[in-house]
C-alpha cells in the first residue's frame, strides 16, 4: 500500500524530500503540503506536479485524516511543536535537524513519544546512512582495529555565507559530527573543549574560523574535530579512527582518477547537498518501510536530544575556553538500540 | 501513473528486477510473470508478495492487454522470439543481454522496431548507467584529455565454475566491455585481435585463461581488454584512457582506508553483482521513466547489434589467431544518438 | 682532501654512522674511536676494518691532533660535557639528540659556541634532512596551500619495550615532532596540554599509551600529535598541514601497489630504522661538506635547546593535565637562519 | 682504497656520473678524463675541480696505467671500441647504454670477456638499481602473487625534440624496458608486435606517437608496453605485473598529498633525470664496490646483446606490421646469475 504524507515546509531540503518521495522512492505519495509562505507551497505543487491538497495551517495539516505521515522540513524554531501535535494525532513523523532548539525541547518530545507507547519520531540525522560511515562503524564492530581509542576528523565548508556565526559550526555544522560519532561508537560524550587556531583571513569579519572541537566519550575515547567553514578548497568531511589494532578511515567519494599538467588526482566535492545525497534517499525510504511494517530504526529522539546537549556545552566551551562537562539524563530503555 | 509490467524469467536477474521493481524503484508494479518452470514463478510471486498473474505461456502474457511493458529475463536463445512478440504488439521491453543469439538475430529485431516507428526495445547493458563509466565518459567529452588515443581494460573474476568455456569469456563477459567502449568513446570497432597468455594453474583444464583481447576502432583507438576469469584476488574491472595530454581512469569502488597489520589497505568487491548493483537500479528506473513520457533512451537494439558483430570477430579471432575484421551495416538515422 | 672523524660511543646509532661515513658517505674517515666499552670500541674497529686509533678516554679523542671532527653518540647525559670539550678546541661537533640532558645545558653549549665565534654544532635531527618533509616545508613556503593554521600529526611505533616510561614518550619520541614542526613552521612553541585518550591493553603495565599532545605556537598555529607507541600495525609517521586554501600532508614511503585477497595495499614499515634511513645519510654528508667548506647548515644549538625548553613543558603537562606556557629565551643574531 | 677511475666522454651523462663520484659515492676518485671535445674535458675538470689528468685521445686514456677501471658515457656508436680496449688490458669498465650499435657488437664484447676470464663490464641499466624495481621483482620471486603471467607497461616522456625518429622510440626509450623486464621475470623473449594507434597532434610531423609494443617470453609471459614521447602531462613510467593469484606495480615516486581547488593529488615528474636519481648512484658504487673486492655483479655484456637482439626486432616489427621472432644465441654459462 502507498503511504500517505503531509510536509510542512517546502523550503529547500523539503521540496528535495518531495523530489525523492515522488521520482525515486517506493512506496509513498505526498498528498499534503504547507508552507507559512502559501505560495511557494502552490508552487511545489506545480513544479513536481503533486495531487496534494494545500493546507494553509499545518496544524490542519497533521490533524488530515488522510495524512498517515508527517514530515517537517520548516525552519528549526518551529520543529518541537509540529512533532509535538503529530505524536498527539499517533503519527510518524519525520523531523529535519535539529529536533527542537534546546536539549529541553528533545526531551518533551522523547516524552510525549514514550507516553505513545511506540516509536514515531525520527531524526534527518541522514549521515547514520551513508554507506561510508556504515562500512566504517562495521569495521569498528568487526573487532577490525581493535577498540576505538582516538577519533580524527573534520567537517570543512568551501565558504559560508555573511550570515553564517560561530554557534552556527555548532548547531548547523557540527550537529552531524555530534550525532553521527555518538552512533559510530556507541558512546556518549562526557566533556566538550574549543580551541581557536589563527584566524584564516578568507572567514568575514567576526567568525572564528577555523575551530577545533576536542570531545571525550565516557569510554574515555578522544576526538578532535576540525570545523572549518572556509578552507576554500572544497567540501572534505574526513574522519579517522585509531583502534588498539589498526586505523579506519571514512571512504573517500569515489572520484575518476585523472593525470594531467604533471598531476594525478581525484575530484573534492563542492557542494554539500552532493555529498551525502544517496544518505537523503536510503534515511527518507528507510522511514516509509518503518512506518508501513518493520517500525522505525533511523536516529530517534533521544539521538536528538544527545545532540542537543553536546551542542550545549560546545556553545558554553566556546566562550569559555574551558573543559565544559556533558551530562545526559539516563537513556530510558525505550531507546535503548534494538 | 504506475506502469504495469510483465515479467518473462524469474531465475537470478528476473527476480532481481522485480525486487528492486517492488521494493526500490519508482512509479512501476509487476502484474503478470512468466517461467518455464512454473514452480518457480509461482515462488517468485510469493516471495516478493506480488499482486500478479502468473501466465503460462510467455506470448499469452505478451499479448495481455494489462501488460503496458515486457521485462525479458529469459535465457539468451530465447530473448528474440520474445522481442519480436513485444514488438508486434507496440509494446516497450527491456530485454537483458545478449539481445538475441546472433548479430542477424539483432538486425532482425532492429528491422521491426524501425517499422514500428517508435523505440520500443532498450537492452541491459547496464554499464552505460554506472556513475564512474558516466563521470570517465564526461571527462572525455570535456576534452580533459585531449583525443583518446588508446584503452587499456581489465575484466577480472576471482573464479568459475567448470561449465565456463572459451567463447563465454567473450559471450558472457567480455560482452559488457564490447559495449560500454564504444558507448564511452562514441565510436566503432573495425579489428578484433585475441592473444593467449601463459595459462593460469587455477583455471579448469581445457579453458585458456587469461586472454587478451586486442581491439581497433574506427578512429585508430587501440584498446587491449584483459579476460582473467580465474584471477582469484576478486571481481576488479579495469578502464584507463589514454588521450593526447592526459588519462583518465575509471573509479575504484568507494571503500573504508584500513591500516592494519603492516599493510594500508582498501576493499576489493569479490561478488560481481556488488560491483553494479546501482547502475541496474538506474537502468530500469530509466526504462519505466522513458516508457512513461520521455521515451526509452538507453542501449539501443543497434547498440545489441554492435556488441554481437564484435563478439561474433572476437570467436573467430579466438581460434583463427589472427586479426579479425568487425564489419558493420551503417547505423540508420533512427539509431543515431540523440 | 678527506675529513678526519673521532667517534665517541660506538652503540647502536655511533656504528650505523661509522658504517655511512666509511662506505656510503663522500669525504670523510673516522680515525679514532672511543666507548666507555673499549672492547665495544675494538669490535667495532674490526668489524669496519677502521684504520683508527682507540682512545681510552674521550677526552684525549677530543684533544688529538689528528681529530678534525668530532661525532658524539654516547648516551645522552653524556653529550653535554664532550660538545663543551670540542668548542673548547674549536673541533665541529655532530651531536645526537638530544644535544643534552636540560634546557639549561643546552644554553652553555649555545654560549660557548657564540663565544667560539663560529658555528661547530650540528644536532642529530635528522627529518630536517627528509625528502618527504622538505617537499611539505616547500609547499608550505611557496604560499601552495595559504598560511598553515593547523598541524594534525601522528608518531606511532608497533611496540616499545618493559624498559619505555611515559616521560620518553616526549624526550625520545615525541622529540623528533618537537624539532621538525617547528623547522616545518619556521615558529616557536608557546604551550603545551597532553590528554589521554583511553588506554591500549597492549602497553605493559603503568604505560599511559596513547597520549595526545596539544602545542600552540606564536603565530597560533594549533598542532595536535598523537603519541601511540604500541600501536601493533607498524612505524607510522602522520603529519598534514591545514593552510587558509589547502592541505598539505607528508608523503607516504613509496611501496609497490598489491591487488591480492580482495585487497589493493601498499606496505607500511615496521622498523623506525628504515623510516629515515636516507635522512641519516643526508645530515652527515651536509655536516662533512659544511666543516670542510661551507659551514655547518643543519639543526643548531638553539633547535637543541628550542626541542629542550618544549620537552620539558611537555612533561610538565603530562603531570599537570594543565595547558604549560612554553618561554625561550630570546633567539640571539648568532642563530638567525641564513 | 680509493678507485682510480677514468672517464672517456664528459657529456650530459659523463658530467652526471663525475659528479656523483667525487661528491656523493664513496671510495672512487676521478683522475683521468677524454672527450673529443677537448674544451670540454677541460671545462669538466675546473667544473668539478678534479685532480685529474685530460687525455687528448681516449686509448691513451685506458691505457694509462694510473687507470684501474674506466667509464664509457660517450656516443653510443664509439662504445664498442672503447670497452673492447678496457678488456684488452684486463680493466673493468662501466659503459652507458648501449653497450654497441648492433648485436654483434655486443657478442663481440662478451666473446672478448669471456676469453679475459673474469667479469670486466657493467651496462648502464640503472633500473636494475631502482629501489622500486628491486621491490616489485622481490614480490615476484617471493610467490606474492604466483607465477606472472602478463604484464601492463607504459613508458610516457612529456614532449621530445624534433630530433627524435620513430627508431629511437626503441633504441633510446623501449631499450630500458627491453632490458628490465627480462631482469624483473628472469625470462627471455621470444617475439615483438608494434601496433600504432591514433596518432597524437602534439607529436612533431613524421613522428608515429605513441606506439604499442607487444612482447611474448619464453615462458608464455604476454608484455604491452606503450611508448608515448608527447603524452604532455610528465614523465611516467608504469609496471604491473599480472600474476595468478594477484597483481603487483611499480610504486610511484613519493609525493606530497594536496588537496587544492577541489582535487586531491600528488605531483608527477616532468624531469627524467629526476625519475631514476638514486638508481645511477646505486649502480656506480655497485661498479665502485665490485672491482674494488666483490666482483661486478650489474647488468651484464649478456644483458646489454639480449636488449640490442630484443630492440633489433622491434625495429623489424615497427615496419612489418607483423609478428617478428626474437632469437638469442643461448647464454654461455658464464653469464649464468649468481
Ligand atoms: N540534514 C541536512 O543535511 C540539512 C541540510 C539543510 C537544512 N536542514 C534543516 O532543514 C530545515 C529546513 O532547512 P532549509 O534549508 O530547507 O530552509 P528553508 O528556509 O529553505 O526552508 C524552510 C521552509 O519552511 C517554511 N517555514 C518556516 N516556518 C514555517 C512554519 N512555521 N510553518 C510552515 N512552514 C514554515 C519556510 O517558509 C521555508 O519555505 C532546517 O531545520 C534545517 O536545519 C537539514
Ligand atoms: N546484465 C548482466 O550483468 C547479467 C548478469 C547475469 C545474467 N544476465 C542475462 O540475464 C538472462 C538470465 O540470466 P540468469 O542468470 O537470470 O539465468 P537463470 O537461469 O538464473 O534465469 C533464467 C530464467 O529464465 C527461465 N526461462 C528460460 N527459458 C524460458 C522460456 N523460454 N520462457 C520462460 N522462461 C524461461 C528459466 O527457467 C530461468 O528461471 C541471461 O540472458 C543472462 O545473459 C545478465
Ligand atoms: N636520531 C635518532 O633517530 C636516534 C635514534 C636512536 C638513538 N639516538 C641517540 O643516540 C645516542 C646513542 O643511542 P644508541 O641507541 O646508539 O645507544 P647505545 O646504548 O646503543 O650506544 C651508546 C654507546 O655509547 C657508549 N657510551 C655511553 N657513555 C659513554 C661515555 N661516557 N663515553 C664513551 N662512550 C659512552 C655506550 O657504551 C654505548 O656503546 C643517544 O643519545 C640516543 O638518544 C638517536
Ligand atoms: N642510462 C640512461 O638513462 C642514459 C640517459 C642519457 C644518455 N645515456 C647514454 O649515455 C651516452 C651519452 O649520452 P649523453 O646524453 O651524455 O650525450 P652527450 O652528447 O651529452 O655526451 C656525449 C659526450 O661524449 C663525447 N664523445 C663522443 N664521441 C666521443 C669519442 N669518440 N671520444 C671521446 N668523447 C666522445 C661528446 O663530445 C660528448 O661530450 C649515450 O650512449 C646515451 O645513450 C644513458
Given amino acids: 500500500m502507498t503511504l500517505q ?27 499534503a503540503v504547507n508552507d507559512i509562505d502559501a505560495q511557494r507551497a502552490r508552487g511545489t505543487i506545480a513544479k513536481y506536479e503533486l495531487d496534494a491538497k494545500l493546507h494553509e495551517d499545518p496544524h490542519s495539516l497533521i490533524a488530515d485524516a488522510g495524512v498517515q505521515a508527517v514530515l517537517v522540513t520548516s525552519w528549526g524554531p518551529t520543529h518541537e511543536a509540529f ?46 546512512y ?3 560511515y556504515r562500512a566504517l562503524r562495521e569495521v569498528i564492530r568487526n573487532g577490525g582495529i581493535g577498540e576505538p581509542l582516538m577519533l580524527h576528523c573534520a567537517h570543512r565548508n568551501p565558504t559560508v555565507g555573511e550570515s553564517y556565526t560561530a554557534s552556527m559550526a555548532i548547531t548547523d555544522t557540527l550537529i552531524h559530527e555530534l550525532d553521527v560519532l555518538r552512533w559510530l561508537l ?7 573543549q574549543v580551541v581557536y587556531p589563527r584566524r584564516t583571513r578568507n572567514a568575514h569579519a567576526g567568525l572564528a574560523d577555523p575551530q577545533i572541537v576536542l570531545l571525550e566519550t565516557a569510554r574515555g ?42 598531476r594525478v588526482s581525484s575530484r573534492i566535492l563542492t557542494d554539500w547537498k552532493e ?31 544527545a545532540a542537543a546537549v553536546a551542542a550545549d556545552s560546545c556553545l558554553l566551551a566556546q566562550k569559555s575556553g574551558k573543559v565544559e562537562t556533558i551530562a545526559m539524563q539516563k537513556r530510558p530503555a525505550f531507546y535503548a538500540p534494538d
Wanted: with cysteine; proline share 3%.
Fill in 83 to 128: 512533532v509535538l501535535a503529530a505524536i498527539a494525532q499517533g503519527k510518524p513523523v519525520f523531523c529535519e535537524k535539529p529536533l527542537a532548539e534546546t536539549a529541553a525541547g528533545c526531551l518533551r518530545i522523547a516524552d510525549a513519544e514514550q507516553a505513545s507507547g511506540r516509536r514515531l519520531v525520527q531524526v534527518g540525522f541522514m549521515r547514520q
Fill in 275 to 305: 555529498r551525502f545525497i544517496d544518505a537523503y534517499d536510503f534515511e527518507l525510504q528507510a522511514f516509509v518501510d518503518g512506518v508501513k511494517g518493520r517500525g522505525l530504526s533511523g536516529p530517534t529522539a533521544w539521538d536528538g536530544y
Fill in 186 to 192: 556507541d558512546d556518549d560524550y562526557i566533556s566538550a
Fill in 130 to 132: 551513508d554507506k561510508g
Fill in 5 to 31: 504524507i503531509g510536509v510542512i515546509g517546502t523550503g529547500a531540503i523539503g521540496q528535495d524530500h518531495i523530489r525523492r518521495l515522488t521520482q525515486t522512492l517506493s512506496g509513498a505519495k505526498v498528498i
Fill in 221 to 262: 575515547v578522544r576526538i578532535d574535530v576540525e570545523v572549518f567553514v572556509n578552507c576554500q578548497y572544497g567540501y572534505d568531511i574526513q574522519c579517522a579512527v585509531i583502534g588498539e589494532t589498526g586505523t579506519a578511515s571514512l571512504p573517500e567519494p569515489s572520484s575518476v582518477l585523472l593525470r594531467s599538467e604533471a
